[in-house]
């Protein structure tokens, strides 16, 4: 049964691989054509939105298979912390779509951490999407770094629609979700994939007026 497990985590491994390769190739094209176009001076609106929904559908995906290496064993490596939130927010922006929606940093050094670094893009681009998810039309979402008491604490905030007073203290658990066609797994498994690390995730607050996440990671002795 090991064995079996082993080799599916490596399946995906690979699968998540190559496809990421392809998307990366037809983005690049993509570009290309935009290029073309400009230079032949063409212009057909058309073109441009399905060349937009490529790209657009190439970065969903990449995102959606980052689940995949997550199921991988852990691998940690030692990584600038800032390189890994800037990453993820480009990787999430594609889900903000026609919103109004600025990203704010405040990170207060480049911390280097121990940590496996495609789990906590995983992590983070799964709070980004749900705080994406929780604004309307118009808000803000800001992320902040500080160290205290040997921890770095990474905050994700939004002022979206606040996670229902009675899920709050079950949010972390496996198939609880706030969205109709949620499953619920998100959370969890980045929470778990932390905790596998010393690490941690919990929601600080909900409320009308700001939702918080926090991280803390430990400090590289």
Known sequence: MQEANELIKQQARYVSHEIRNQLSISEVYCEVIKKHLAKMNIQNESIEKALDCI???AKLIGNSL???????NINPQITDLNNIIEESIRLSKVYI???????TTNLQNNFRILIDENKLQACLVNILKNAIEAIDSKGTISI????ENNTIKLLISNNGKPIPQKLQKEIFKDGITTKAEGSGIGLYLSRNNLIAQNADLKLVQSNSKKTTF????????
């Open 97 to 103: 779509f026609d919103k109004k929606i600025d990203i």
């Open 55 to 57: 790209q657009k559908s």
């Open 214 to 221: 926090e991280i803390t990671l430990p400090t590289l002795n």
């Open 144 to 147: 902040k770094t500080l160290s």
């Open 66 to 72: 980052l689940d995949l290496k997550t199921i991988t």
